[in-house]
């Protein structure tokens, strides 16, 4: 007989019940001191950098990501481009070789918008015309994700390519919640098998960006400067922070 059961026999339930509990209060003492289990300043409901994403103290840690996919990718940014809301990154990753940028947004009044659309409908967008589209942090705001997909490559010429960034790990847009909504969260599984039912498989590359500790750190409003390089070059698969899709319309075969 063991000691549990020989104390549950001898005792009465409630002294039993007594010293159990009395028991599970110093093994969770213990282990907080065992362990180091001190949250110190984290130990808070609210983002210690208040509601903004980390831009009132620096680069925000997602940016960080975005624009290191895209400066990976910066060779396919050329041709006629089409970016969502402004055009500052085919201008900046592109530069001569963007010769013609057109600007896509949902809503009219946008002064850099060349094109107003619903990328889910997208009837008012040409079909094949862009060699490149750069298409960051626009997925998360369509309720009709595969739709959005399907224009893509509809207005994508044969052989151009897409530039996708999407987030893994981030908490809402509370602007873009309230004015259009903010439907979705991706994995690298997740984003592959979205574009691999419209673009073929060995048309489609995924990275993943980010680790526990810029995770914990983003969704607390810290930026980019409140962290070291290696602490933002360091990828865990089981935080995907950010991630980033280049998908390419193949060109007809030859003979079609």
């Known amino acids: ?7 549950k026999t001898v005792l ?11 028991q599970r209060g110093r093994s969770r003492i213990l282990r907080r001191l065992g362990r180091g ?28 990501y975005i624009e290191k996919f895209l400066a990976a990718h910066a060779g396919d940014v050329r041709g006629r481009v089409l970016e969502f809301g402004d055009d500052s990154y085919a201008r900046r990753f592109g530069g001569s070789k ?3 940028v057109d600007v896509l947004h949902r809503f009219e009044g946008n002064p850099h918008a060349t094109i107003v659309a619903d990328l889910a409908r997208g009837e008012q967008i040409p079909s094949a015309v862009f060699d490149c589209i750069i298409c960051t942090q ?4 369509i309720y009709d994700v595969p739709a959005a997909i399907r224009t893509l490559h509809r207005i994508l010429k044969p052989g151009g390519v897409v530039l996708v960034t999407a987030p893994g790990i981030q908490k809402m847009a509370r602007g873009d919640m309230n004015l259009t909504g903010d439907y979705w969260r991706f994995t690298t599984l997740s984003l592959r098998r979205l574009f691999e039912e419209v673009f073929p498989g060995e048309q489609v590359e ?15 409003g810290f930026a980019v400067e409140d962290l070291r390089r290696e602490d933002l070059e360091y990828y865990d698969p089981d935080f995907q922070v950010s991630i980033g899709l280049r998908a390419v319309k193949p060109l007809p075969r030859s003979g079609s």
């Open 1 to 7: 007989m063991t000691a549990k059961s020989l104390l």
């Open 12 to 22: 009465p339930s409630f002294a039993y019940d007594w010293l159990r509990s009395r």
């Open 37 to 64: 289990a001190h949250l110190g300043g984290l130990r808070r409901r609210t983002p210690v950098g208040g509601t903004g994403f980390g831009d009132s103290r620096g680069q925000i840690i997602d940016r960080y």
């Open 98 to 100: 963007a010769a013609k």
């Open 138 to 141: 626009v997925l998360l705001l």
């Open 206 to 220: 995924v990275n993943a960006y980010g680790n526990v500790l810029t995770a914990i750190a983003f969704l607390h």
